[in-house]
């Protein structure tokens, strides 16, 4: 198994060398940064001033940088969104997936920053988005990374790693749905 961490637009190249560690824990596997790739122009609402995540998740699903992996994550600093909701902080296809570190920074909600905890918030939604990869669903245990959030503070309540029900399904490639 290996997953590919691929910068989408600006992205610091430090804050993409902070997910590689915990990756490769959580998920058992080797774990790479690959070529920055530009941000598509046709996911940008400037109406909204946000990119449709959909649109970006085809595009990182197109590039050359995730060939021959099995699993890519495209992580980005723009905010997203998907029609019909105010924002996602990421969305997950079949083998890839897209997070964004937008509304996971202190700054975003007028708070100074912490970097410790940006960092888990990053962790804890590139382990979410790469779960739903592996075809799990949203799960019930408030403590699972795999727990739907749909604010921040959703986020920070939920662990950066999986229960005992989900962790088995990871590793066994067991899981079903989405």
């Not at 408030?142 to 749909?150: A, D, G, L, Y």
Request: net charge neutral; proline share 6%; with cysteine.
């Amino acid at each position: 198994m290996r997953i590919i961490l691929i910068p989408i637009g600006k992205v610091d190249p430090a804050e993409m060398q902070m997910l590689e560690n915990p990756l490769k824990t959580e998920f058992s596997c080797d774990v790479t940064i690959g070529k920055k790739i530009p941000l598509p122009a046709g996911a940008q609402n400037a109406v909204r001033n946000q990119y449709d995540a959909e649109v970006m998740l085809e595009f990182l699903s197109l590039s050359r940088e995730t060939a021959g992996r099995d699993r890519a994550l495209g992580v980005t600093d723009v905010d997203l969104y998907l029609p019909g909701m105010n924002f996602v902080f990421g969305l997950a296809g079949r083998r890839n997936a897209v997070i964004s570190f937008h509304r996971l920074r202190q700054s975003f909600y007028g708070l100074p920053e912490d970097a410790g905890v940006f960092q888990r918030r990053a962790i804890v939604e590139a382990v979410h988005e790469l779960g739903h990869t592996f075809g799990l669903a949203h799960c019930e245990d408030p403590r699972c990374v795999m727990r739907f959030s749909n604010t921040i503070a959703e986020t920070d309540l939920k662990g950066p790693g999986f229960c005992t029900t989900c962790r088995p399904r990871v590793r066994t490639g067991e899981a079903t749905g989405r």
